[in-house]
């Protein structure tokens, strides 16, 4: 992104010779960053590799990348990897979308009552800080050991800090643009909807960008504990019945799956701003 | 007691966890219809919070406001708050920001929509008309603020310091025509200002205010001759220099 942005500014006609030497060494220093990177990345590969045919790593315990490739394919080809991932990918973005619906209605309705909030606080954040991965039995016991209760984790993962979040945003709005609204005739739900919720758009937003990586989370810790499908499910079983290469393949993917994640919600991001 | 607006022994505290701040103790006065009215005070003596009270955002502590002989809680009359500063709406373009208050009252018809046009162009804003606020300056922003006022067609104008972000000339020529337009509509406004000059030269009575707990210190009445009633003329007129020397003194006589 930035790499042809500089290429793009340096090519540019009617720029001084000064800056463009300034822009050309920028780029000189972006493109080092970028080979850097990916010397890195492919020297890690390597070494895995060439240390599991050696023996200098146990391949039946660490797998190794042409290994993980291997099975990739087998399994992308009887289609099962896709089944996985789609359950997976579902279940994420299903909690993502209960968080922020539920996050933004509780903390719309705290702002409105204020002694509800103030009512709420204490265990909003005892909640909130309470490591969720406890409460997961306690979903199997009630949920039974099935998708409601992977949800319902996930869930439990990001919400109390989505509402928490929101709400304080949402009180830190400039007292004089309420006033403004007032002075115009407005009503409590003029203020809501012409300023309190447009001012936050970048806060939901970027409030988003951390959620859909927590929901991801909290699938795989829901997959781990109650699942018959998906990532969270094949890491738990392969590592059970020692198919390493199945737990690092879906590792992989899940590194894959969150940078594509991440990626999404910054696309509708750069959207929203334009 | 034919008047539009009258405070009768108004006062008004704020009170917090930290104590009582007394902000105004026993304002009374009368503004009959039409008649243009300048507040003057020291900083902090509770012009701000005047207008609010009589905006009815804030309900007096003690005494009562009435227009038109009704409680203010109970009267149709249409009044128009510009606060001191413009707070536009960053998200939202200048004719979106223009047109909140006909959208909040549900006055959006294309007839008044089609006012924010008019006055963009007579304010010289019609080429910001679809650019974000963040992209004019102090004096555009000023002259938004004041535009998102006047399209409501309030009765009785508010203007908290309307010119205070505006440099001299344009402030002298913004002051001229916002007094053209509200004479010409015969609305009757309650003007806040820092600037005696401004004061003098735009209304018909000056109000001056002490130091906080504000109280009335002195109600000047302005009399020009007829034909130097607009802001650009009065500054010439023979006896403003008098009212101005007057009202300097009220306001630094007891600052001792
Ligand atoms: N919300 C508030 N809570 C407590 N005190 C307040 C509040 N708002 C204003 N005050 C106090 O009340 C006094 C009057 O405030 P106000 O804003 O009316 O002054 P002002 O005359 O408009 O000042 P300025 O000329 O600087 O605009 C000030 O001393 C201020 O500190
Ligand atoms: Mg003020």
Known sequence: MKYKMLLGMSKEPGISEEQRTFLRDCLAKERFIRICRWLFFLSFLALWEIGARVGFLNPFIFSSPG???????????????????????????????IVMAFGILA???????????????????????????????????????????????????????????????????????????????????????????????????????????????????????????????????????????????????????????????????????? | MGDLLSLNHVSYSYHSLTGETPALTDISFGVPDGEFLAIVGPSGCGKSTLLSLIAGLLPPSSGNIQIKGKNLSDQDLHIGYMLQKDHLLDWRTTYRNLALGLEIQKKDTPENLAKIDELLKAYGLAAFRDAKPSSLSGGMRQRAALIRTLVLNPDLLLLDEPFSALDYQTRITVSDDIWQIIRKEKKTAILITHDISEAVSMSDRVIVLSKRPGTIRAIIEIQLSPGNRSPIKARSDPKFKDYFNQIWKELTDHEI
């Open chain 1, 67 to 97: 290994r993980i490739l291997k099975s990739a394919v087998s399994m992308a080809s009887d289609g099962t990897l896709f089944y996985h991932l789609g359950i997976t990918l579902f279940e994420t973005f299903f909690s993502f979308f």
């Open chain 1, 107 to 274: 903390a719309v309705l705290l702002w409105w009552k204020e002694s509800l909030a103030r009512i709420l606080e204490p265990y909003l954040i005892v909640l909130n800080s309470l490591p969720k991965t406890a409460l997961a039995p306690i979903f199997i016991v009630w949920l039974g050991n099935n998708m409601k209760t992977i949800i319902v984790a996930a869930v439990s993962v990001a919400v109390f800090g989505t509402i928490i979040t929101l709400y304080t945003d949402f009180i830190s709005v400039e007292e004089d643009k309420i006033k403004l609204i007032r002075t115009l005739g407005g009503t409590r739900k003029d203020i809501l909807f012409k300023v309190i919720l447009p001012s936050n758009i970048p806060s939901i937003i970027s409030i988003m960008k951390v959620n859909i990586g927590l929901s991801l989370v909290g699938v795989i810790i829901g997959e781990f504990l109650a699942a018959k499908a998906g990532l969270g499910y094949l890491i738990i079983y392969g590592s059970q019945v020692f198919k390493l290469d199945w737990v690092m393949m879906s590792i992989v993917i899940l590194c894959i799956a969150a940078a594509g994640l991440y990626q999404l919600l910054s696309i509708a991001e750069r959207k929203t701003e334009r």
